[in-house]
């Protein structure tokens, strides 16, 4: 059975720090798919990235980066220099292949708060 | 270009009553899933509609039932109505292509059952 672990309930940094969101997941798959959405207070998930299993590179868009470990299970999620506009509620998803996005199981989430 | 909608926002029901939430997916798209995201928890998959048929389904009594128009547009059924339905319901679409899509999300209809 798939699940996502997002031992970070919230997190609250002040603006400019970095701050990192864990996820850790399971699956008995070998071909999976891991995503992270943000949830700002209007309620509507935002895709910020997806990984299938076979690429384990690194990857940085402007201030986000994320760091995909098949040897831990884990694809964490680092925002380097906070702003008050990130403050939301990010999730981590796992999507295993044979069942496309069907049932893609989500964490519990982490509650990112931003202090200006 | 609008992305996904859903109707009502907000609504509350009482117990035992049914409820009928609506969305109209992405232009393009024509795969729609439903999620149940209970407060302070991640989605839960519900089921997804494509070709106006239940393609699959997770761990939800059959009160939930859908439907898909011929349009791509769809509607989620609640029947019997519990306390523990209060949620916010996610609508989310993507095109049919194999693989892991990305799913584009409604901004949800939030339900409170009293």
């Not at chain 1, 997806?50 to 201030?63: A, C, L, P």
């Not at chain 2, 899933?33 to 761990?59: D, H, K, M, T, V």
């Amino acid at each position: 059975a798939q699940k996502v672990t997002q031992a970070q309930t919230e997190i609250s940094v002040v603006e400019k720090e970095d701050v990192t969101l864990d996820c850790v997941y399971e699956t008995r798959d070998t071909t999976y798919y891991l995503f992270w959405y943000k949830q700002p207070p209007s309620g509507e998930l935002v895709f910020l990235i997806r990984r299938n299993s076979f690429d384990e590179q690194n990857e940085i868009s402007g201030r986000y980066s994320w760091n995909f470990q098949k040897s831990t299970s884990s694809f964490n999620f680092t925002i380097t220099a906070s702003q008050v506009v990130d403050s939301a509620v990010y999730f981590c998803a796992l999507s295993e292949a044979w069942s496309g996005n069907n049932d893609m199981r989500f964490g519990a989430g982490t509650r990112l708060t931003v202090k200006p | 270009d609008a992305g996904v909608t859903q109707s009502p926002t907000h609504l509350i029901k009482t117990r035992g009553q049914q409820v009928t939430l609506r969305c109209s997916p992405k232009s393009g798209h024509d795969t729609v899933s439903w999620y149940q995201q209970a407060l302070g928890q991640g989605p839960q998959f519900i089921f997804q509609y494509y070709e106006e048929e239940e393609r699959q389904r997770g761990n939800f009594p059959d009160r939930f039932s859908g439907h898909q128009f011929p349009n791509y547009s769809s509607e989620l059924n609640v029947n019997a109505l519990l306390l523990g339905d209060s949620a916010l319901y996610l609508c989310a679409s993507s095109p049919r292509e194999s693989g892991a899509n990305v799913l584009t999300f409604g901004a949800g209809s939030r339900l409170t059952v009293l």
